[in-house]
T-cell receptor, first 113, second 109 residues
Framework: EAQVTQNPRYLITVTGKKLTVTCSQN?????MSWYRQDPGLGLRQIYY???????DKGDVPEGYKVSRKEKRNFPLILESPSPNQTSLYFC????????????FGPGTRLTVT | QKEVEQNSGPLSVPEGAIASLNCTYS??????FFWYRQYSGKSPELIMF????GDKEDGRFTAQLNKASQYVSLLIRDSQPSDSATYLC?????????FGTGTSLTVIP
């Protein structure tokens, strides 16, 4: 089954404790992306990757890091989480370098206390 | 100015009616336009995408694009209660994606 998976689905952590949210897709897609979704602000792109070893900042990259060492994986790293990073996070992937539809993962609900 | 603007709603229509959802965008270089549906607590799922001016139909859904007016819309014919969701408009003027905040639609049985 073609899918985008994210782990963990739910995470409660404390300020400053480094964490990684994993994202993996099995569709051989070149384009992968991370979003956060907040009430009233909608989906905002954090980082995206056009292909392996190519990553670029989206609209809200501050406080986040990503890497793309393999085509299928695109982890999101919060090195020192803060309460304002409490949000719902989605990973997405797309073929054709983003020119076509994105497929979204199930989401990760992160709470930073 | 936001890249993508949508009326947040809520929009309520009776079952069987036509629901009309609207979206405007600011970047004239935008080439691709997408409509996603998101049920509460779920991830967005693609309904339609459109690249060319005019209409594109897929079942009960029709996307309309007017690049001169920087306007894209989604019509849902014969609306069903299962269409009740938030509808997100998205554009990608470059390699980035910009989403509107979504329009909440309720279809009343």
């Amino acid at each position: 089954e073609a899918q985008v998976t994210q782990n963990p689905r739910y995470l409660i952590t404390v300020t400053g404790k480094k964490l990684t949210v994993t994202c993996s897709q099995n569709m051989n897609h070149e384009y992968m992306s991370w979003y956060r979704q907040d009430p009233g602000l909608g989906l905002r792109q954090i980082y995206y990757s056009m292909n392996v070893e190519v990553t670029d900042k989206g609209d809200v990259p501050e406080g986040y890091k990503v890497s793309r060492k393999e085509k299928r994986n695109f982890p999101l790293i919060l090195e020192s989480p803060s309460p304002n990073q409490t949000s719902l996070y989605f990973c997405a992937s797309s073929g054709q370098q983003g020119n076509y539809e994105q497929y979204f993962g199930p989401g990760t609900r992160l709470t930073v206390t | 100015q936001k890249e993508v603007e949508q009326n947040s709603g809520p929009l309520s229509v009776p079952e069987g009616a036509i629901a009309s959802l609207n979206c405007t965008y600011s970047d004239r270089g935008s080439q691709s336009f997408f409509w996603y549906r998101q049920y509460s607590g779920k991830s967005p799922e693609l309904i339609m995408f459109i690249y060319s001016n005019g209409d594109k139909e897929d079942g009960r859904f029709t996307a309309q694009l007017n690049k001169a007016s920087q306007y894209v819309s989604l019509l849902i014919r014969d609306s069903q209660p299962s269409d009740s969701a938030t509808y997100l408009c998205a554009v990608n003027p470059s390699n980035q994606f910009y989403f509107g905040t979504g329009t909440s639609l309720t279809v009343i049985p």
